[in-house]
């Protein structure tokens, strides 16, 4: 078989990918994505329809697969490691975590090696919303100006999921605010994360509560500025999602969230991981 086609999305973000489920998993089509996702992000395959058991392949091809635990819903999806993204779900933590998606974000801030890649599926497309928007975290650091970068070296970032749930639930109670810590306690990073391939991105997003300082102070502001310079037009790609599409993104170099979308909307996505090889430092 011939090696496949990347052809480029827009600017340094995203490739379109021309290859067929039956040839996904073999001719050496997984070292050229591996390969692919670091040159750019993120990979569109439109109307793949993969099925549930090669996307588990496909993913274990690309790394080792890290299966979808905590999300667990009792789906024939879940029994297969994979997370079934859909707000029809009894369970209001799991919806909740759902509606957190809808902020800017990177999977894994809670973990010292967040995923290496995320692979999302569309069963089937929200009626209304429900697009998934990639920002490129290696690009908009390479482009801020040389002092800014000097301004961030050395600061720390302390990521949590009351970050998160403080912006979708503004009547929060002691108690959500208690079950959150349970998930997803206070954990520091360091802000600027110079990664192996030579990138760096920034350890910003929803899980983000604050920045400090060497001493240990909050530094003002800059969680918000950070994430406006990083999430402008000329550094994300949007996802209009059409039935059977596969989408692949480099998680440490990006963010991503998803546009709204009411339950009545059907939208119902599977999703798996790629454990991550690169630690936070
Ligand atoms: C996720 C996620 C986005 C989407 O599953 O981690 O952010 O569009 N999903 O469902
Ligand atoms: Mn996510």
Redesign the pocket.
């Given at each position: 078989m011939a090696s496949i086609t990347f052809e480029p999305i827009s600017g340094e973000l995203g490739a379109t990918v021309r290859v067929s489920a039956d040839d996904i998993l073999t001719n050496g089509s997984p070292r050229e994505i591996r390969n692919a996702l670091d040159v750019f992000g993120v990979l569109v395959f439109p109307h793949l329809y993969l099925s549930d058991e090669d996307l588990v392949s496909l993913t274990n091809a690309l790394g080792e697969m890290e299966p979808a635990r905590t999300t667990a819903d009792g789906s024939r999806a879940a029994a297969l490691g994979i997370?079934r993204?859909a707000l029809d779900k009894q369970n209001s933590s799991q919806r909740e975590y759902v509606e957190g998606?809808n902020f800017w974000?990177m999977?894994g801030t809670s973990y010292r090696v967040p995923g290496k890649a995320?692979l999302?599926k569309c069963i089937t497309p929200a009626a209304a919303g429900?697009d998934?928007e990639f920002a490129h975290l290696f690009a908009a650091y390479d482009a801020l100006p040389q002092a800014k970068k000097q301004q961030l070296e050395g600061l720390r970032v302390i990521h949590c999921l009351e970050a998160v749930g403080r912006k979708f639930k503004p009547d929060h109670t002691e108690e959500d605010i208690r079950r959150w810590n349970a998930v997803f306690p206070p954990t520091e990073h360091p802000l600027v994360w110079k990664q192996s391939c030579g990138r760096t991105s920034l350890l910003i997003g929803s899980t983000a509560q604050c920045i400090v300082d060497k001493n240990g102070d909050t530094v003002p502001a800059l969680l918000e500025d950070l994430l406006e310079w990083s999430t402008q037009p000329r550094f994300t790609y949007r996802h209009q999602w059409r039935q059977g599409d596969l989408v692949i993104w480099n998680n440490p170099g990006l963010l991503?969230?998803?546009h709204p979308y009411t339950e009545a909307a059907g939208r119902i996505?599977h999703?798996t991981t790629v454990k991550g090889t690169e630690e936070i430092a």
């Open positions: 997370y993204i998606n974000h999977d995320t999302l429900g998934t991503h969230r998803s996505m999703r």
